[in-house]
């Protein structure tokens, strides 16, 4: 079984999916830096078509690992580029820039230049992997009796849940895994959903909204689509050009 892993720093700022893809992209960039290949522009590179990316996470959609590396470019995690020999070729080539100086933190002390293997310690990362929970006889009393208590407490004060406290969007506001599914499952393009982002953030940012649950208003505007909303019908388009050869 796969094990996948990210740094918990890392996707609270881009995401676990992008925070996934990013820990792939940083072992080759340092497997390349220990082993001195493929420096380019002083920075070392690695490479991967999307073909490659979608063996690598079979999990992750194809417009998932496209968000996923745009959101890491536009956040400044990556660069992205093309060193390919062939002019044919178009298969990009990506950088760590390592914005969160996450090579200070790996074992406690600074990259060295002896070849690395294909195993990779990780330090303050969270591990993907399949578990299946087991409930031991006790446990499963336990949860009886906490079950018995709670209906000897009917007749108690019920205490009301507390309201989510509104506050304004953060500036390094990105959309979440979540945010993005919803938009693909409304059929926007992996483009549309970046570019919206920017404006969505942009908008309320100088606005200075106030939200309980900024999930919920980017759903919103996912559904609201103005953009898309503002351009004619294909057929309303060819009336109006009709119109304007008629006179």
């Known amino acids: 079984m796969a094990l996948h892993s990210f740094n918990t720093e890392v ?4 995401g ?46 194809a417009a998932q690992v496209k968000l996923a590396l745009n959101k890491l470019k536009d956040q400044k995690f990556i660069g992205v580029s093309n060193y390919s020999q062939a002019k044919f070729d178009k298969t990009s080539w990506y950088c760590d820039f390592d914005p969160l100086d996450l090579a200070e ?5 600074d ?31 336990t949860k009886r009796n906490e079950n018995l208590n709670l209906n000897n407490t009917a007749n108690c004060d019920i205490i009301p849940k507390a309201k989510k406290k509104r506050m304004a969007l953060p500036d390094n506001w990105v959309t979440s895994n979540a945010d993005e599914e ?16 920017y ?23 996912v559904r609201n689509d103005f953009d898309n909303k503002k351009k004619p019908p294909a057929k309303s388009i060819d009336m109006i050009n009709h119109i304007a050869r008629a006179r």
């Open 111 to 141: 990259k060295n230049n002896q070849p690395i293997t294909d195993s990779k310690p990780y330090t303050k990362l969270h591990i993907l992997e399949d578990r299946v929970d087991t409930v031991s006889p006790h446990d499963t009393k």
């Open 182 to 197: 919803f938009a693909l499952k409304k059929g926007w393009a992996v483009e549309h959903i970046s570019s919206q982002a």
């Open 199 to 221: 404006k969505f953030r942009d908008y309320h940012l100088a606005k200075g909204s106030i939200m309980s649950d900024w999930s919920a208003a980017w759903r919103t505007w």
């Open 16 to 61: 676990v999916n992008a925070a996934v893809v990013y820990e792939n992209i940083r072992f080759w960039v340092e497997k390349n830096r220990a082993n001195n290949k493929h420096n380019h522009d002083g920075y070392y590179w690695t490479y991967n078509s999307m073909r490659a990316f979608g063996l690598m996470f079979p999990y992750l959609s």
């Open 105 to 109: 933190i790996a074992n406690g002390e």
């Open 11 to 14: 996707a609270q700022k881009v």
